[in-house]
Nanobody, 123 residues
């Protein structure tokens, strides 16, 4: 079992930045690829970013490329999502997830999920 706890969400003006953190506990964090997803009200969960176990491979959703950066610190069992140039359409609940097998962009391939953190971007 892996427990994931997100933090760092909040209210920010358009053009601002936030850094989300996801702290993991339980099984060996470095065994897992990690991902960030977001969910707008009434919509399906959307892929944001993923990173492999060593941090050498990353993928991003088209809507966040060039603005969001995923990173991880295996010594701290934490994955981060640095978000800059935020837009109102980035408003969503952001979830981190762990995948024992490999980096993935599909939510159904992830094994564990956090409870989510709200990000609200005002115009």
């Amino acid at each position: 079992q892996v427990q994931l706890v997100e933090s760092g969400g909040g209210l920010v003006q358009a053009g601002g930045s936030l850094r989300l953190s996801c702290a993991a506990s339980g099984r060996t964090f470095s065994n897992y690829a990690m991902g960030w997803f977001r969910q707008h009200p009434g919509k399906e969960r959307e892929f944001v970013a993923t990173i492999n176990w060593s941090g050498t491979i990353t993928y991003y959703g088209d809507s966040v490329k060039g603005r969001f950066t995923i990173s991880r610190d295996n010594a701290k069992n934490t994955v981060y999502l640095q978000m800059i140039s935020l837009k109102p359409e980035d408003t969503a609940v952001y979830y981190c997830a762990a995948d024992l097998s490999a980096v993935a962009t599909r939510a159904d391939l992830y094994d564990y999920w956090g409870q989510g953190t709200q990000v609200t971007v005002s115009s």
